[in-house]
């Protein structure tokens, strides 16, 4: 287990869908920015894409008009919505929440422990 709790990964069928979320148990922090990361068997881990504060986001040029990230800050997730998915999207993925509590200028780093997406052909 890692210090966010995933779920939503397993399997699809290419051009299927996922809905990957990470949630951050408490409430007293805010969420700053966050990301989405992939390791396929093999590769080195991956940013896929990320959003910062003010909703402004990044994807990698292999993930655009396909993933979407989003959040819900009253539930302290995040999620990565997966479309038309292709089999190169096989990975495991992991999200980073960076966290700011009251009173700590440091800004925390939460992973979540990675969940398995396998895509078929």
């Known amino acids: 287990q890692g210090q966010l709790e995933e779920s939503g990964g397993g399997l699809a069928q290419a051009g299927g869908s996922l809905r990957l979320s990470c949630a951050a148990s408490g409430s007293i922090f805010s969420i700053v920015d966050m990301a989405w990361y992939r390791q396929a068997p093999g590769s080195e881990r991956e940013l896929v894409g990320s959003m910062t504060s003010d909703g402004s986001t990044n994807y990698a040029d292999s993930v655009k008009g396909r993933l979407t990230i989003s959040r819900d800050n009253v539930k302290n997730t995040v999620y990565l919505q997966m479309d038309s998915l292709k089999p190169e999207d096989t990975a495991v993925y992991y999200c980073?929440?960076?966290?700011?509590?009251?009173?700590?200028?440091?800004?925390?780093?939460?992973w979540g422990q990675g969940m398995q997406v396998t895509v078929s052909s």
């Open positions: 980073l929440l960076r966290l700011r509590f009251p009173h700590v200028s440091d800004l925390y780093n939460a």
